[in-house]
């Protein structure tokens, strides 16, 4: 939502609004990974975990739709192949 508030108008209160909620939406996905940092000990699941995390925080700097289309698209792809890893050791 922060990008395509930006894109539209990075001065209405709208585009505020939606970095405002980014922030919140990243301070909670912070404390998500920061349980799992304390809990897990398998090197993978923890590098795939912070990608996810890196890779969702830069989305809205993606220079236009295509770039934060792959972006998304790659955010994706790492947090399901994270869920998939990390799946059997919690069940």
Request: net charge negative; charged share 25%.
């Amino acid at each position: 939502m922060r990008w395509f508030s930006a894109q539209a108008d990075p001065s209405a209160p709208a585009a505020e609004e939606a970095r405002f909620a980014a922030y919140q939406s990243r301070v909670a996905a912070r404390q998500a990974l920061v349980r799992v940092q304390l809990v897990c000990d398998n090197m993978r699941l923890l590098q795939l975990a912070d990608t996810a995390f890196e890779l969702a925080n830069c989305l809205h700097e993606a220079p236009d739709e295509a770039e934060r289309d792959r972006r998304s698209q790659h955010c994706k792809a790492v947090l399901s192949a994270f869920v998939e890893a990390a799946a059997p050791t919690v069940r």
